[in-house]
């Protein structure tokens, strides 16, 4: 398949790009500096994609858009999460209707925060969307992929949690202080953890590519957890002690306190019912397993 990307030298993007590769597949990324061959160009800022985008594109997974904790959460940084996210699909959305011999899969971003959070619900694809501005952004976000649908492409929404790597993401943030015997667990630690493995991630978007799954599909493990059973795991896989709660005080002095409250003090446990009864098959379905193998290689 000639597969284009949208952020395809983020996180996701690059390990998506290199098990695509390995398969013999050709991947078209989206780029933002002058294109080069085999390359397409775009701009969000200037709300602009190449004529022609995706003529003889058979599939685009659109993975672009600002970090959401790149920032404290002023009013500039929230417009920008917005921004780089509806502006985007809407280009990406009409370049695929315009397109010639066009792609017939469009596997958009979105996040699980679209469902807000939550201390003890269960969400899963049928859940409706929550509050919140994560929840706001990921409304708006998939709505703007609307002009895509009905036109003989199928799209779906790749509602994604906490991506697990030790090359980026969370992870990585949390790593040194775990390794010097200074992690544990955020607040109560009650709050829920939806995570996936970075193989996962990867190897759900290349079964999505090919499946006839439309809408929304939790990209998550089937097992969340816990912010304390995380923390626990985490220790018990680099071999350190977690017994140091973090208090609030001190990530919302940093973050600042909607940020913070959002990303780190709050959860949602969400399950992938539509992978699952698709017949995806988890390489890491387990937390500790999928620590191992990121961590112990």
């Given at each position: 398949?000639?597969?284009?990307?949208?952020?395809a030298s983020g996180?996701?993007?690059?390990?998506?790009?290199?098990?695509?590769?390995?398969?013999?597949?050709?991947?078209?990324?989206?780029?933002?500096?002058?294109?080069?061959?085999?390359?397409?160009?775009?701009?969000?800022?200037?709300?602009?994609?190449?004529?022609?985008?995706?003529?003889?594109?058979?599939?685009?997974?659109?993975?672009?858009?600002?970090?959401?904790?790149?920032?404290?959460?002023?009013?500039?940084?929230?417009r920008a999460i917005?921004?780089?996210?509806?502006?985007?699909?809407?280009?990406?959305?009409?370049?695929?209707?315009?397109?010639?011999?066009?792609?017939?899969?469009?596997?958009?971003?979105?996040?699980?925060?679209?469902?807000?959070?939550?201390?003890?619900?269960?969400?899963?694809?049928?859940?409706?969307?929550?509050?919140?501005?994560?929840?706001?952004?990921?409304?708006?976000?998939?709505?703007?992929?609307?002009?895509?649908?009905?036109?003989?492409?199928?799209?779906?929404?790749?509602?994604?949690?906490?991506?697990?790597?030790?090359?980026?993401?969370?992870?990585?943030?949390?790593?040194?202080?775990?390794?010097?015997?200074?992690?544990?667990?955020?607040?109560?630690?009650?709050?829920?953890?939806?995570?996936?493995?970075?193989?996962?991630?990867?190897?759900?978007?290349?079964?999505?590519?090919?499946?006839?799954?439309?809408?929304?599909?939790?990209?998550?493990?089937?097992?969340?957890?816990?912010?304390?059973?995380?923390?626990d795991a985490l220790?018990?896989?680099?071999?350190?002690?977690?017994?140091?709660?973090?208090?609030?005080?001190?990530?919302?002095?940093?973050?600042?306190?909607?940020?913070?409250?959002?990303?780190?003090?709050?959860?949602?446990?969400?399950?992938?019912?539509?992978?699952?009864?698709?017949?995806?098959?988890?390489?890491?379905?387990?937390?500790?397993?999928?620590?191992?193998?990121?961590?112990?290689?």
């Amino acid at each position: 398949m000639r597969i284009a990307i949208t952020g395809a030298s983020g996180l996701v993007g690059t390990a998506l790009s290199r098990r695509l590769r390995s398969s013999g597949h050709d991947v078209v990324p989206v780029v933002r500096h002058p294109p080069g061959d085999n390359e397409i160009g775009w701009s969000i800022d200037e709300r602009r994609i190449d004529d022609g985008a995706f003529d003889g594109i058979d599939g685009v997974v659109h993975l672009a858009g600002a970090g959401i904790a790149d920032a404290r959460w002023t009013d500039d940084h929230k417009r920008a999460i917005r921004e780089s996210r509806t502006v985007g699909t809407a280009l990406v959305a009409n370049a695929v209707t315009a397109a010639k011999n066009g792609p017939s899969v469009l596997l958009s971003g979105s996040a699980i925060g679209i469902y807000g959070t939550s201390p003890d619900t269960t969400f899963d694809e049928q859940s409706p969307v929550g509050t919140g501005f994560l929840a706001e952004v990921c409304e708006a976000w998939e709505s703007a992929a609307a002009p895509a649908t009905g036109e003989g492409t199928r799209v779906a929404f790749l509602r994604t949690g906490i991506v697990l790597s030790a090359h980026g993401g969370a992870l990585k943030k949390q790593l040194p202080l775990f390794k010097f015997g200074l992690g544990g667990k955020m607040g109560s630690g009650e709050q829920w953890q939806s995570w996936i493995h970075i193989d996962d991630e990867v190897g759900a978007i290349i079964h999505l590519l090919t499946s006839s799954v439309e809408g929304p599909v939790n990209l998550t493990a089937p097992e969340p957890v816990t912010n304390a059973t995380f923390t626990d795991a985490l220790g018990e896989t680099l071999g350190r002690p977690t017994f140091l709660p973090i208090p609030k005080f001190g990530p919302k002095l940093l973050l600042g306190g909607e940020l913070a409250d959002n990303l780190l003090f709050t959860g949602q446990r969400v399950v992938p019912h539509v992978l699952t009864d698709d017949g995806y098959e988890f390489a890491h379905p387990n937390l500790g397993d999928a620590l191992r193998d990121l961590l112990q290689k």
